[in-house]
């Protein structure tokens, strides 16, 4: 398995920007695909993004392109998530994931590393 430990997260007022880091330990970082998902208070976990192996295929949810931006640094083991335009329903735990995969999946069943999360809230 991969160690996941994410930073980044805060208080941002509605319209500001966060970038959210996952570093990586463990299970060689560069063959996994990673994801990015979140879940705010009483709902279920959603997906937000996910990145190949190289970086050179990325999905996101429908709701969250534009917005957010993800991205890779293999020689840092380090996958960030750039978050602009927030608004308060952006307030969630946002969590690293990592599958033994190369390829890039929006279901969070596929991915079996996770991290602790980190909290973002967006005031109004």
């Known amino acids: 398995q991969v160690q996941l430990v994410e930073s980044g997260g805060g208080l941002v007022q509605a319209g500001g920007s966060l970038r959210l880091s996952c570093a990586a330990s463990?299970?060689?970082?560069?063959?996994?695909?990673m994801g990015w998902f979140r879940q705010a208070p009483g709902k279920m976990r959603e997906f937000v993004a996910a990145?190949?192996?190289?970086?050179?295929?990325?999905y996101y949810a429908g709701s969250m392109k534009g917005r957010f931006t993800i991205s890779r640094d293999n020689a840092k083991n380090t996958v960030f998530l750039q978050l602009n335009s927030l608004i308060p329903e952006d307030t969630a735990v946002y969590y690293c994931?990592?599958?033994?995969?190369?390829?890039?999946?929006?279901?969070?069943?596929?991915?079996?590393?996770w991290g602790q999360g980190t909290q973002v809230t967006i005031s109004a």
């Open positions: 994931a990592a599958r033994s995969d190369s390829l890039p999946s929006r279901d969070g069943y596929e991915y079996d590393s």
């Open positions: 463990g299970r060689t970082f560069s063959s996994s695909a």
């Open positions: 990145i190949s192996w190289s970086g050179g295929s990325t």
